[in-house]
T-cell receptor, first 113, second 110 residues
């Protein structure tokens, strides 16, 4: 059982470039989300989705776009990368019932120069 | 605004030396408190969910407890493989998002 799979594991971008971080889960979870993790700060929610075709903003959504066309996939798009977006990005999913625990992927480490 | 504070930031223990990690929280209407373990270069791995004051959960050498203001993760006779960062998160009210603390980095030496 693969769980939550994120690609790529590492990425270096130049300021202004765009890219898509991929996330796929095979647990049939309705809820999917993206977090960023920065030193000295807790994980912060970027965007989330409660099902195909439904997305909403988290606490730090600026500069990021998401879409959810299938239950399995939830890509995160950086529209025009900035150094402030250097971070480790985690995708997580859970059952739609509230208070179900999140299952995390192993992250994408992004550096923007 | 929901707040989660974890202490200490870092903890170094010898193998077998029991201790506790603290997670204090300020939320409006706690619905669930979650503990996760995170190894370097990996995503957080779920450990426990606690829902109400007085509740306790155990898994191997770990026991999590919850009061109205804080949660403790007790580690009994730790082993080097328990070395990791332990994260606490809360879910409150009707919000679906979690608020995470910054974690406690635990190192257990021989």
């Amino acid at each position: 059982n693969a769980g939550v799979t994120q690609t790529p594991k590492f990425q270096v971008l130049k300021t202004g470039q765009s890219m898509t971080l991929q996330c796929a889960q095979d647990m049939n979870h309705e809820y999917m989300s993206w977090y960023r993790q920065d030193p000295g700060m807790g994980l912060r929610l970027i965007h989330y989705s409660v099902g195909a075709g439904i997305t909403d903003q988290g606490e730090v959504p600026n500069g990021y776009n998401v879409s959810r066309s299938t239950t399995e996939d939830f890509p995160l798009r950086l529209l025009s990368a900035a150094p402030s977006q250097t971070s480790v990005y985690f995708c997580a999913s859970r059952r739609v019932e509230q208070y179900s625990p999140l299952h995390f992927g192993n992250g994408t480490r992004l550096t923007v120069t | 605004e929901d707040q989660v504070t974890q202490s200490p930031e870092a903890l170094r223990l010898q193998e077998g030396e029991s201790s506790s990690l603290n997670c204090s929280y300020t939320v409006s209407g706690l619905r669930g408190l979650f503990w996760y373990r995170q190894d370097p270069g990996k995503g957080p791995e779920f450990l426990f969910t606690l829902y109400s004051a007085g509740e306790e959960k155990e898994k191997e050498r770990l026991k999590a407890t919850l009061t109205k203001k804080e949660s403790f993760l007790h580690i009994t006779a730790p082993k080097p493989e328990d070395s990791a960062t332990y994260l606490c998160a809360v879910q409150a009210g009707t919000a679906s998002k979690l608020t995470f603390g910054t974690g406690t980095r635990l190192q257990v030496t021989l």
